[in-house]
């Protein structure tokens, strides 16, 4: 079997792998995406809509089918989330034996510290930062119109509001592994904190949406998240570094 046929071969089995991770997490969602529809979907929806019932907003439909598309948005995203370990083993299983032992451990570290992140910025952005937005958004309103925001942009808006936080707070992460790869040195990032804050302002226009407040409450812990960042640069040594010893 000459070099060609080897690799065609190596390529056909990693394509089968990956396929198999595909259709497992597919499945699994599918799954689960049902039994969140039929057993959770009422308690669900009640969570997403507290914030306005705590503030006697009303939520109404605009379209025919608005009320039950966004349910089934919703549960989709529930049954995402509760697929999470399935799809975390799929990709660990695809991932796991090209790498070494020490490389295995040091994935599942940063991939567990990533996922643990990622809650963090949701939970946070959706517990602490996203009644503060309602409340804006309710007062600013008050004595001008009457209240009634439509159940399916409501939910589009609590989505893109509160996954930017979840991507953002994985700042520490990515500065950790382009560390790692010699791309970034504490001395580097420690003087580009101006640029940072610029670039930062820049893509938390581009994420949030279109008003200061969500620009300032993401803004603000995305620098301190790449403050934190660069302290961990500060104790990581380049790849090629590590191995040239």
């Known amino acids: 079997m000459d070099d060609l046929q080897l690799k065609r071969q190596v390529l056909a089995e990693h394509l089968k792998a990956l396929r198999k991770v595909f259709i497992v997490s597919l499945i699994a969602i599918a799954v689960l995406f049902v039994l969140t529809f039929y057993l959770l979907r009422e308690p669900l929806m009640s969570f997403i809509l507290a914030p306005l019932r705590e503030r006697n907003i009303q939520a109404i439909t605009t379209q025919v089918s608005e009320a039950l598309v966004t349910q089934f948005k919703a549960c989709l995203v529930a049954a995402f989330v509760l697929a999470m370990p399935v799809i975390t083993w799929q990709i660990w299983s695809f991932v796991s034996p090209a790498l070494y032992g020490n490389e295995k451990k040091l994935f599942a570290l940063l991939f567990f510290i990533g996922l643990f992140l990622f809650i963090c910025g949701v939970s ?18 008050e004595g001008i119109a009457t ?34 790869r010699g791309w970034v040195s504490y001395e580097k990032l420690a ?16 994420l949030t949406p279109p008003d200061l407040l969500s620009l300032l409450m993401l803004g603000i812990p995305m620098y301190l998240l790449y403050e934190a960042g660069i302290q961990v640069s500060r104790f990581i040594k380049p790849k090629a570094a590590v191995e040239a010893e």
């Open 124 to 141: 946070f952005a959706y517990l602490y930062i996203f009644p503060l937005a309602i409340n804006l958004f309710f007062e600013a309103g």
């Open 191 to 206: 003087r580009s904190r101006r640029y940072a804050a610029l670039t930062i302002s820049i893509v938390g226009a581009l």
């Open 147 to 180: 209240t009634l925001w439509s159940i399916d942009r409501y939910f589009s808006f609590t989505l893109s509001f509160v996954v930017p936080f979840g991507l953002m707070f994985e700042m520490p992460i990515v500065i950790y592994m382009m560390a790692r």
